[in-house]
């Protein structure tokens, strides 16, 4: 039985790495491809145009959390993530293989966009049904470690998106080639893992706690079920806001950050984010650990607490720090902190919901915030720093994360879970 389980998580959590990396390849690669499909003007402006494509594809996570949490609610989680595959393979083959503006004008941004709306598809149907089937057949003792596996194969998706460029930066092409053509080829990698991760998936065992109890047992249109829990909605869109701004800037946007406010060059914002993303995945266990003894709620209260008296202070630090040390240094803390959301804030959702509605529920709401404010995250911090005022954006991000703390305050502790009585 322990094999069996440790095999589910293992299936899963690869599965999702794989995933997430299709998903994040595009952030990671933006700098050097966004003149390709963008008409020419100042560096900005290009990467204001990459991240509103970017933010397009979270368009989509609503749908995508809509539909596939239905479909894993009604059919299998298993189902679910071998379908979700197919679509983000799609997409990553779709950006690898678009000519650039040059070639062919508007239709290069435009099949851009459907590339990414197809992964967001993907995506958001991936997020909420891996949380439910990880925490599914994780031992109820121990979830906030295992489920915090969750996280980490996520930020383990950005990590080997950031190593294959290390690979192409320093050992295979020159800077002129990887802007002019090495770009796509992470995009091609990202479609053969696709296929790698559908062959996993199609390996590993439905949630026994799904099969026990969930099957068959979603018949209602998924918005009608979760009509039927308002104040789970209400708390994981809460989480969400504040947490989604805080992981997208100091995870996702922070490579870019490092070079068009703190004057890094491309080369050395690469080898930081290497190093950054090493040490967040290594907190996730951690923090999730940490939850599994002093309990879900009092670890989101320090995010709060501590996001929104430093969030601010840390990017004015980060911008003003010239030496590679101590931005790094800087960055490690705020991920330190975000770590207080980011290694429970699935389990805590999944824990908020039964197993009938339970991908929904996660996904559907998860997905909305984040369409709106962790997709736009990017293009407003440029808009903040294009319009000459980019502490605005550093405040912008503290008062969301203190929306989150409010709504923590009033979360009842979800350790041990009393949605299953044993595991």
């Known amino acids: 039985m322990e094999g069996t389980r ?5 299936g899963g959590s690869i599965g999702n790495l794989i995933e997430w990396y299709d998903w994040l390849a595009y952030s990671t690669f933006s700098l050097y491809f966004a003149k390709a499909f963008f008409p020419a003007g100042d ?23 809509l539909l596939f949490g239905w479909y894993a609610d ?26 650039g503006y040059t070639s062919i004008g508007i239709a290069a941004p435009g099949l851009l966009v459907l590339a990414r709306l197809l992964q967001g598809l993907s995506v958001g149907g991936e997020y909420g049904t891996s949380a439910a089937y990880l925490m ?43 802007g002019a053509w090495g770009w796509r080829i992470p995009f091609v990698v990202g479609s053969v893992l696709a296929l790698a991760a559908l062959w996993i998936r199609r390996g590993i ?9 969930g099957a068959g047992a979603a018949r209602l249109n998924p918005l009608r079920l979760l009509l039927r829990y308002p104040r789970q909605i209400v708390l994981v869109a809460a989480m969400t806001l504040g947490g989604t701004l805080a992981v997208n800037t100091f995870s996702v946007y922070m ?36 939850s599994d003894r002093v309990g879900r709620k009092p670890v989101l209260i320090g995010f709060g ?51 009938e509605v339970r991908a929904a529920g996660i996904g559907i709401p998860y997905a909305i915030v984040v369409a ?22 550093y405040y912008y991000v503290a008062g969301c994360i203190l929306v989150s703390l409010l709504a923590v305050i009033r979360l009842r502790e979800t350790r041990p879970s009393s949605i299953v009585a044993s595991n």
């Not at 703190?262 to 266990?285: C, D, H, K, R, Y």
């Not at 601010?312 to 040390?325: E, N, Q, S, Y």
Request: aromatic share 10%.
């Open 6 to 10: 440790l095999r589910s998580l293992l």
């Open 43 to 65: 560096r900005t402006a290009q990467l204001m145009n990459a991240a509103a494509v970017f933010a397009v594809g979270y368009v989509m996570r609503p749908l995508g959390a």
């Open 74 to 99: 009604r059919r299998g989680r298993r189902s679910a993530l071998t379908l979700s595959i197919f679509l983000m393979c799609g997409g990553s083959l779709l950006v690898a293989v678009t000519p």
């Open 136 to 178: 599914e057949v994780s031992p109820v003792s121990r979830r906030g470690f295992f489920v915090s596996f969750h996280y980490l194969t996520l930020l383990g998706g950005q990590l080997v998106a950031i190593l294959v460029l290390v690979v192409l930066q320093y050992w295979l092409l020159t800077p002129a080639q990887l």
């Open 205 to 213: 065992l439905e949630s026994p706690e799904f099969a026990r109890q």
């Open 255 to 290: 490579p870019k950050f490092l070079v068009n406010t703190a004057g890094f060059s491309n080369e050395q914002s690469t080898l930081m984010s290497l190093g950054l993303i090493v040490g967040f995945m290594a907190m996730q266990p951690a923090v999730g650990a940490l």
């Open 305 to 355: 607490v501590l996001g929104t008296l430093c969030a601010a202070p840390l990017l004015a630090a980060i911008a003003g720090a010239h030496d590679p040390a101590r931005a790094m240094g800087f960055i490690l803390l705020a991920l330190l902190i975000t770590s207080g959301y980011s290694a429970v804030n699935a389990l805590v959702k999944a824990e908020l919901f039964p197993v």
């Open 372 to 393: 709106i404010f962790g997709g736009s995250s990017e293009w407003v911090g440029l808009r903040f720093k294009h319009a000459g005022w980019e502490q605005g954006y």
